[in-house]
């Protein structure tokens, strides 16, 4: 399995464009014991099997791992939306009811992210074209420098400083470490940008033009 990231903001996992929670937030929300709650999944499993739905165990609860406090790997599972509110359905009383209704609103807004973080992406080849279309020898920092003209506008610093200041590898992608506020404001400056590369050349001009444009856009979403 790939690595898979913990959002910061929603403290849920992405795994192919879905949010999922893991066995070890829900003991520790719940108050319930990790092991009860690996029982519990893995006998759900095993009912999933019997009645001729596998694919539906297989789909909402992953398999995987942490390592405990000996740095000894230890099992744990990956829920999805579906599996966290199977699991969950067994949990009675108002804390829970109400932990249930948090866990979901969180789905929710973490889902709403990775939709506009797949629309950011989708929007990138319009991006990368309209780029090397603005450039009679176009190279490939046209694209870096047209991108991180527009993280520091929205982040204050380049997807370089930024990994620096989270502590991420070289040439990770930063976008899934960005909130959704953040997200959209790329999203929103590369569609402007767009239009910008075919009818303003000087990249200075572009810059100022984004700013004002982005600041204009903070002040309408705060009023």
Same mark, same amino acid.
């Given at each position: =399995? !790939?690595?898979?990231?913990?959002? &910061? %903001?929603?403290e849920?996992?992405?795994? #192919?464009g879905?949010?999922?929670? %893991?066995?070890?937030q /829900?003991?520790?929300?719940?108050?319930?014991?990790?092991?009860?709650?690996?029982?519990?999944?893995? !006998?759900?499993?095993k /009912?999933?099997?019997?009645?001729?739905?596998?694919?539906?165990?297989?789909?909402?609860?992953?398999? !995987?791992?942490?390592? @405990?406090? $000996? @740095?000894?790997? $230890?099992p744990?599972?990956?829920?999805?939306?579906? *599996?966290?509110?199977?699991?969950? =359905?067994?949990?009675? *009383?108002?804390?829970?009811?109400?932990?249930?209704?948090a866990?979901?609103n969180?789905?929710n807004?973490?889902?709403a992210?990775?939709? +506009?973080?797949?629309?950011?992406?989708?929007?990138f080849?319009?991006?990368?074209?309209? /780029? =090397?279309?603005a450039?009679?020898? &176009?190279?490939?920092?046209?694209?870096?420098?047209?991108? @991180?003209?527009?993280y520091r506008?929205?982040? *204050?610093v380049?997807? #370089?400083?930024?990994?620096?200041?989270?502590?991420?590898?070289?040439g990770? /992608?930063i976008?899934?470490?960005? +909130?959704?506020?953040?997200?959209?404001?790329?999203?929103?400056?590369q569609?402007?940008?767009?239009?910008?590369?075919e009818t =303003?050349?000087?990249?200075?001009?572009?810059? $100022?033009?984004? !700013?004002?444009?982005? $600041?204009?856009a903070?002040?309408?979403?705060?009023s």
């Amino acid at each position: =399995m !790939s690595k898979i990231i913990l959002h &910061p %903001d929603y403290e849920l996992f992405e795994i #192919k464009g879905q949010p999922f929670c %893991d066995s070890l937030q /829900v003991a520790e929300t719940f108050e319930k014991r990790h092991d009860h709650v690996l029982r519990d999944i893995e !006998s759900a499993l095993k /009912v999933f099997g019997e009645i001729g739905l596998p694919k539906f165990g297989e789909s909402n609860f992953v398999t !995987s791992h942490y390592k @405990n406090e $000996q @740095n000894k790997k $230890q099992p744990k599972y990956l829920l999805s939306r579906d *599996g966290f509110s199977y699991i969950a =359905m067994g949990f009675t *009383g108002k804390k829970a009811a109400a932990f249930k209704i948090a866990y979901i609103n969180r789905f929710n807004r973490m889902e709403a992210f990775i939709q +506009s973080l797949l629309t950011t992406k989708m929007e990138f080849p319009a991006f990368t074209e309209a /780029v =090397m279309l603005a450039h009679d020898e &176009p190279k490939h920092y046209h694209y870096s420098n047209e991108i @991180n003209m527009i993280y520091r506008i929205v982040l *204050g610093v380049d997807a #370089k400083k930024f990994r620096e200041l989270r502590g991420l590898d070289k040439g990770v /992608v930063i976008r899934p470490y960005l +909130s959704a506020t953040e997200i959209k404001a790329i999203e929103r400056l590369q569609r402007a940008d767009i239009g910008m590369l075919e009818t =303003m050349s000087n990249f200075e001009d572009r810059k $100022q033009a984004l !700013s004002s444009y982005h $600041q204009k856009a903070q002040l309408r979403l705060a009023s």
